[in-house]
């Protein structure tokens, strides 16, 4: 099971058309890896968004993340408590994004030097599925995120909130 899925992520992750590059953005660092655009890898060591539908299955079932219920503080009335129980929730999973955004990198770039040098089976299917679990770990902390801050709101706020992303 877990073969076919870390395989199909890598095939997605690696193969996803690359965006052309912005000329001279400042923000952007140097990607040391051909598999990963300037873009990509910035976006992967700052906790940015990479993969913008990862939370999706959250917020098709009414489940928002803490950073959007943070942005609508005050349209939403959010309680005192609310802004710090959800501030803490993006703080971490900020956090987690960066972690396993590091750890991605990292794995990427073992796999480019084995794949440079030769390697075995083995090493291959060690890695390709190491890769496959940091996703699957950076798509559960958003998700639990999600679903952290779906309980922290009233089902009003949550209406709300997405008619207010929506516009």
Do not use: W
Not at 123 to 137: D, H, Q, V
Request: glycine fraction near 6%; include cysteine.
């Amino acid at each position: 099971m877990l073969k076919p899925l870390s395989t199909l992520i890598i095939t997605l992750f690696l193969f996803t058309p690359a965006k052309a590059q912005q000329p001279a953005d400042s923000t952007l660092k140097k990607s040391p890896l051909k598999t990963l655009t300037d873009k990509q890898y910035t976006l992967l060591i700052t906790g940015e968004y990479l993969f913008d539908d990862i939370n999706q299955v959250a917020l098709l079932n009414h489940y928002p993340m803490p950073g959007d219920a943070l942005k609508f503080k005050k349209e939403l009335s959010l309680s005192p408590n609310q802004v710090t129980k959800l501030a803490a929730l993006a703080t971490e999973l900020h956090r987690k994004r960066v972690e396993m955004g590091n750890f991605i990198v990292t794995n990427e770039t073992t796999l480019d030097k084995l794949l440079k040098k030769g390697t075995d089976n083995g090493s291959i299917i060690f890695y390709a599925n190491r890769s496959g679990l940091y996703y699957g770990e950076l798509r559960n902390a958003i998700l639990q995120a999600c679903v952290s801050t779906g309980n922290l709101l009233a089902p009003g706020q949550v209406s709300k909130l997405e008619t207010l992303l929506n516009h």
